[in-house]
């Protein structure tokens, strides 16, 4: 029994790290696109540089859940297998 609940929080740590990468991704073209270009933002732009750590957050903080899902999906999965 005890797998289920490995299982099911694999799967929310997965589904909740795919969510903040494509969040991410997309938070990070919307501000690329409606940046006003000032001097500071020109650069920005071109070498995708920013100063602004949130959009880099968002993507660590992704990618940690997502590997935290993908280890306790293979401990629930493992459990599973061997629960008589």
Known sequence: MSYQIFLGMGGFFALLGIIFILGNRRE???YYNNILLTR???KE???HEHERFWLLAWKIGGWISLIVGIVLLTIGGILWYIAP
């Open 40 to 42: 500071r933002d020109i």
């Open 45 to 47: 732009t071109i070498t």
């Open 28 to 30: 990070k073209r919307r």
